[in-house]
């Protein structure tokens, strides 16, 4: 899986968790200050990207992923 597609998917997971439109979010959107995300949308991301990419993340260092680019990087590396 390309880099770029992990991008997209991350982007529509968050786009969903969060109910935005997916053009309002940029790589380097923080999930907390620019996207509003609380600490149960955190755990509500975490969750939406384990079934998009069907995998298992450790709690912890997900929710140490700040941006989206963090949270494709980390994603991508995973896979």
């Not at 968790?17 to 053009?23: H, Y």
């Not at 609380?38 to 755990?43: A, F, G, N």
């Amino acid at each position: 899986m390309e880099k770029s597609d992990v991008q997209k998917q991350v982007i529509s997971v968050v786009a969903k968790v969060l109910k935005m439109d997916a053009s309002e979010i940029s790589p380097d959107a923080n999930f907390i200050f620019d996207l509003g995300a609380d600490s149960m949308q955190s755990l509500e991301l975490i969750a939406g990207f384990e079934e998009e990419f069907n995998i298992e993340m450790d709690e912890d260092k997900a929710l140490a992923v700040q941006t989206v680019s963090d949270a494709v990087e980390f994603i991508y590396n995973y896979l």
